[in-house]
């Protein structure tokens, strides 16, 4: 497609309910980013992909929060038991490295809403 | 953990104006971006820099890389009413040519009045 799409674009869970939340990078683009953004906070890197491999999961917030990209291409981000805290724009983006500096094109985001 | 200082949280400007803001950080990065935020949207990438002391210009837009590395600034020249919106400043600290892991200020909110 022409962007990174994201879906869905609002979710409204449940605490205690398991999410899953989509992100369609730009063909041919093989980094894939999930960051996670706070209301009224920049973004926070959760997990980094090349190809299908998690290179870096470093960011992610507890063991209740999972990624994966199988075929390296569309990822999701899962987590499970959510909680309050979790409420915020769960922003995707990808990028095609390039020497010398290389754009990641972010997506619209999903906002997820715990109540 | 690494934190980028961005003041103040919120600017109101007159359109034409110009306004500069600044970032700092308490730790050195290898590259530094700027981006803007609208409601309901992703950050889009305005300027990169990759060396200290950089100066590079998009348009209106003029940024500069410090040269102690650890602090940049943006201007923004001839204010117009699509300026409106949430600038963020972010640095990256490993150079991986990928942009692995991005720090993010919190971001400016510029207004712009007509």
């Known amino acids: 497609g022409a962007g990174v799409s994201q879906s869905p674009r609002y979710k409204v869970a449940k605490r205690g309910q398991d999410v899953a939340l989509r992100c369609d990078p730009i063909?041919?683009?093989?980094?894939l980013f999930w960051y996670q953004q706070a209301l009224g906070q920049g973004p926070e890197f959760l997990t980094y992909?090349?190809?299908?491999?998690?290179?870096?999961k470093s960011g992610l917030p507890s063991d209740r929060f999972f990624a994966e990209r199988p075929e390296g291409s569309v990822s999701t981000l899962k987590i499970q038991r959510t909680q309050q805290e979790d409420s915020a724009v769960y922003l995707c983006?990808?990028?095609?490295?390039?020497?010398?500096?290389?754009?990641?094109?972010f997506g619209q985001g999903t906002r997820l809403t715990v109540v | 953990g690494q934190q980028l200082n961005q003041s103040p949280q919120s600017m109101f400007i007159q359109e034409g104006e110009d306004v500069s803001m600044n970032c700092t950080s308490s730790?050195?990065?290898?590259?530094w971006l700027w981006y803007k935020q609208d409601p309901g949207e992703g950050p889009v990438l305005l300027i990169a820099l990759y060396k200290a002391g950089e100066l590079t210009s998009n348009g209106r837009l003029t940024a500069q890389f410090g040269i102690t590395r650890k602090d940049s600034f943006l201007n923004i020249s001839a204010s117009i009413p699509s300026d409106v919106g949430i600038y963020f400043c972010a640095g990256e600290d490993t150079y991986t040519g990928a942009n692995s892991k991005l720090t993010f200020g919190k971001g400016i909110t510029l207004s712009v009045r007509p």
């Open positions: 730790s050195i990065f290898n590259t």
């Open positions: 063909s041919g683009h093989v980094s």
């Open positions: 983006a990808s990028s095609a490295p390039q020497l010398p500096y290389t754009e990641a094109f």
């Open positions: 992909f090349q190809n299908e491999a998690q290179l870096d």
